[in-house]
């Protein structure tokens, strides 16, 4: 391709947007009414619409646009930290307990009015249900036990959350913006609630929020469909509904977009972005993301237990040779576990492919004969790709690999179970600070089965290693910006010596879409992506 384009990087929670157009084909047949925004996408990883359980990266992006939170990044700004249902808060002496009020007149889809009792009641709600997101709240030392005395209502516009461990305060505002941080209508959740569980069955595939969009239908494995708020805070968006399309093949979507019968293509291939070349229908854009590909070790495994053979396996990856062919242009390489661009990134990259060396580690390992092992992955692009390689470089120091493809509907709960070999894996920060991927990566309080901490994906790889989890602690505690990021300088290097991951690449997003579309915002994070100010 001749494309002539400049990539930006991003700051912190920014996802830079970078547009290229092309030469010209004959006109389409099709197109979608006006109001109306159709994106062509994998939507196979939803498997709750709930906000206090969403943690896969497409019902993370829907979330986005139905709630509010209590704090938020906002797509006119995403560089800056502001209140979503809270228009200010107060911080005491003492950096324990912060002070919300919340702003007037916002309502629920429903028509409800957003109180400070919905606020509480949705951060309460997350804790009680404990799902796999809940330890970015928990982590504050909030538990079932004592939530209703930390998180309380001062009245129907003010509340307070009172913090137990040791945090910075804008740490703790930071984690308020993820999607846990998401506001239910309370009255309406608790007119769907089944056996006192706070409607954790009714909030699977159905919505409860005062966001741009509300929840009109999620068919599993084939659409979601939102409806434009009209009372929302910043005005009612100009789509008037939001269809995701479950799309798997790129040549579909390459096609369903040249044709007119979708506005964005969302999962293109390098291929595919490559074969639309000569055709000024189409827009292609570039947002680097923070999304990482990693490769996990279940450390349960007989051999892969061993920190040689996890020593051995970040040489037996062909870094280059995937970034230089089929991932050319959407990733980047990448061996650390928080992004470039973010602050605080250690952005070095210690490793490349070197078969001699990986079998020089696993010959004084104890396993120069190999071992036999799986790796299991999405079943789609480039996750695919990505494992064959594997396959292809660890067969060459005698470790046999077998692929087990699979969707993740099927994939993120086997993995939350502990029962993977190798495990070929994505992941996003859940909110724009260095510890919320240290907490998952690095921090592992509890390692034992009945822990059951499936959101920590040390956890889930059965890994704790009680050096990295004190200097997570302390890189987490530290007030002063300078130290704080030396610390996480360091922990990042550490991890790459020490754990069962192999951290390999880093996000670019290329989003093709019609010309007339303008206005769609896709950030840095996986639920940093707006519709609301699309138009066309």
């Known amino acids: 391709m001749t494309f002539n384009w400049k990539r930006t990087a991003f700051a912190l929670g920014v996802g830079a947007s970078l547009s290229l157009t092309a030469l010209a084909v004959p006109p389409v047949q099709a197109e979608t009414p006006p109001n109306m925004l159709v994106m062509g996408m994998r939507i196979d990883d939803i498997i709750t619409l709930d906000p206090a359980e969403v943690f ?70 997350v804790v009680k249900l ?26 129907d516009q003010n509340f307070s959350i009172t913090i137990v461990e040791d945090f910075s305060p804008g740490l703790v505002l930071n984690a308020l913006s993820a999607g846990v941080g998401s506001v239910v209508d309370m009255k309406l959740v608790e007119e769907n609630a ?82 639309l070349e000569g055709n000024d229908d189409i827009v292609v854009e570039l947002h680097p993301k923070a999304t990482l590909i990693y490769m996990a070790a279940n450390t349960t495994h007989e051999a892969l237990g061993n920190p040689q053979v996890q020593e051995a396996l970040h040489y037996l990856i062909d870094y280059e040779g995937m970034a230089n062919s089929f991932l050319k242009g959407q990733f980047d390489v990448h061996q650390s576990f928080w992004p470039a661009g973010l602050w605080a990134s250690a952005d070095d990259k210690p490793y490349s492919l070197d078969i001699e060396r990986g079998k020089e580690i ?11 092992v799986t790796i299991d992955s999405l079943n789609t692009s480039p996750y695919m790709e990505i494992a064959q390689s594997l396959q292809q470089t660890l067969g060459q120091a005698g470790i046999e690999a077998e ?60 890994w704790a290693d009680p050096g990295v989890t004190a200097l997570a602690v302390a890189a987490r505690n530290e007030v002063d910006l300078e130290r704080r990021e030396a610390l996480y300088s360091a922990l990042q290097r550490l ?23 303008e206005g769609f915002v896709s950030g840095s994070n996986f639920d940093l992506v707006f519709y609301r100010n699309v138009t066309k």
């Open 495 to 517: 991890h790459q010596r020490v754990s069962p991951f192999a951290i390999m690449f880093q996000q670019n997003e290329q989003l093709a879409k019609r010309n007339n579309v």
């Open 56 to 125: 896969e990266l497409s019902a993370g992006e829907i979330s986005a646009n139905i709630y509010d939170r209590v704090m938020m990044f906002e797509p006119e700004d995403l560089t800056t930290l502001v209140g979503g249902v809270v228009e200010s808060w107060q911080i005491s002496d003492d950096g324990k307990t912060i002070t919300f009020k919340m702003r007037d007149g916002l309502s629920f889809h429903s028509g409800n009015p957003v109180r400070a009792q919905d606020a509480v009641y949705s951060l309460q709600r």
């Open 362 to 372: 696993l010959a004084a390992a104890g396993h120069g004969d190999g071992f036999s």
């Open 403 to 462: 692929i087990v493809p699979q969707d993740g509907s099927a994939l993120w709960p086997k993995y939350r179970a502990r029962r993977h070999g190798l495990i070929l894996a994505r992941w996003s920060p859940d909110y724009v600070d260095p510890h919320s991927n240290a907490d998952s990566f690095a921090l592992n309080p509890d390692n034992s089965l009945e822990a059951q901490l499936t959101g920590v994906l040390a956890w889930r790889n059965a």
């Open 130 to 155: 404990n799902k796999t997101p809940a330890f970015i709240f928990t982590q504050f030392g909030w538990s079932a036990d004592n939530v209703d005395e930390l998180i309380q209502v001062i009245d």
């Open 194 to 275: 089944v056996d006192g569980d706070m409607g954790y069955a009714w909030l699977k595939s159905n919505s409860a929020g005062s966001g741009a969009f509300s929840l009109q239908e999620w068919k599993s494995n084939e659409t979601v469909t939102l409806n434009a708020n009209p009372k929302y805070r910043h005005g009612e968006p100009a789509m008037q509904r939001v269809i995701l399309r479950h799309l798997p093949e790129p040549a579909a979507q390459r096609l369903l977009l040249e044709e007119g019968d979708i506005d964005i293509a969302r999962t293109l291939t390098p291929d595919q972005i490559a074969g």
